[in-house]
């Protein structure tokens, strides 16, 4: 936690803003380890604040080091009675707060200048540090697992409900302690939506099924995509999966470090549209995660390169509405010189 909180201390610093107000969950887990619905973080020059309230205070007194812990159920009031005097003069802030916030915080700190930023810690999440990895691997192995049990109670005559609470319960018990977003079962007609959410639909044979899907393991998630088909499948439907497959593959030969944004989309929307199913490859290629399930990097028409460190997803799909879908989708960890796979669940056509 001390090399994250000093990295931002040196984009402060390199920003000319004097001081941060984190109020995020995640950004306060992400600079403190604490986790909970009551904690404000402050940090300039000369103060690593951390405030709760009595619900909080030995929790945090066990979890946080290298700050100033307060408890208190007026944590901005405090803050400003702490600062008065000092050399402050801008204050920076998430500026995807409340607006209700924003007015209390102007009202509070009207002394100072406020400086809404825009992805200031997140831009620092990007890069995965090896305890990160480490969960996020973790996250994966759970539902990579829970997609081989769920291949086993998968049959016709199920809904996608039943499908999606599997899922959901087996990752509990392979030790997630949630799901990173709402399951993702859409069979026959409903796999051409890319997010159909499970609904009472019954499974029938004959069928194409799209599971996308993810855990939470100690806050860190995974999210993983694949596509199976019920009982029988079709040339067409078999050709279209290797292609969706090897748009898969192209990006897990070529991602690394260095890769652009728009390469790393375009080299896997370039398979699918040499095939001809261009126009039915309706979303991006992927997006970060780590505390949160989609976060920096986006891809597009960008000439930002990956880095060491980041974990990405890898998730070509194409869409024939009112018939179909197919989408396979891996999470990366991008190195020097190429990719980990972090999920690695069978990924071969499966016909149950």
């Known amino acids: 936690m001390e090399e994250r909180v000093k990295k931002l201390e040196a984009k402060l610093a390199q920003a000319n803003i004097d001081a941060i107000l984190v109020t995020g969950q995640k950004n306060i887990y992400y600079l403190t380890g604490f986790w909970g619905s009551a904690g404000t973080v402050f940090i300039s020059q000369n103060h690593r604040l951390f405030l709760t309230d009595?619900?909080?205070?030995?929790?945090?007194?066990q979890t946080i080091k290298g700050f100033e812990i307060i408890e208190t159920r007026s944590a901005l009031t405090?803050?400003?009675?702490?600062?008065?005097?000092?050399?402050?003069?801008?204050?920076?802030?998430d500026k995807q707060v409340s607006f209700a916030?924003?007015?209390?915080?102007?009202?509070?700190?009207s002394a100072y200048e406020l400086l809404p930023l825009t992805n200031f810690i997140e831009e620092l999440r990007i890069i995965k540090d090896a305890s990160e990895i480490a969960l996020i691997r973790q996250a994966c192995q759970i539902s990579d697992q829970a997609f081989v049990d769920a291949l086993d109670f998968i049959t016709p005559g199920k809904?996608?409900?039943?499908?999606?609470?599997?899922?959901?319960?087996?990752m509990r018990e392979l030790g997630a302690s949630g799901i990173s977003?709402?399951?993702?079962?859409?069979?026959?007609?409903?796999s051409s939506m890319p997010h159909g959410v499970a609904s009472q639909k019954v499974i029938e044979t004959g069928e194409t099924l799209t599971l996308d899907f993810g855990c939470i393991y100690q806050h860190y998630v995974s999210d993983?995509?694949?596509?199976?088909h019920i009982g029988q499948v079709s040339d067409e439907e078999r050709a279209i999966y290797d292609v969706v497959y090897q748009s898969n593959q192209q990006l897990i030969k070529k991602a690394k470090a260095g890769?652009?944004?728009q390469d790393y989309d375009g080299l896997a929307r370039e398979v699918i549209t040499k095939a001809g199913y261009g126009p039915y490859f309706t979303h991006g290629i992927g997006h970060g995660m780590g505390l949160d399930v989609h976060e920096l990097p986006f891809f597009g028409k960008s000439d930002k390169t990956l880095k060491s460190g980041m974990v990405i997803t890898d998730e070509p799909g194409i869409y024939l509405e009112g018939k179909y879908g197919v989408r396979i989708e891996d999470d990366l960890l991008i190195t020097e010189t190429g990719c980990e796979v972090l999920t690695n669940a069978p990924k071969e056509l499966i016909i149950l």
């Open 54 to 61: 009595a619900r909080y205070a030995l929790i945090a007194k």
């Open 78 to 93: 405090e803050i400003v009675k702490i600062i008065e005097g000092s050399n402050i003069k801008q204050i920076g802030f």
């Open 101 to 109: 916030f924003y007015q209390t915080i102007k009202e509070l700190f």
């Open 159 to 170: 809904t996608e409900l039943e499908v999606a609470n599997f899922l959901d319960f087996r």
């Open 181 to 190: 977003f709402e399951t993702i079962v859409a069979s026959g007609y409903r």
């Open 224 to 228: 993983m995509t694949r596509t199976i």
């Open 259 to 261: 890769l652009s944004y």
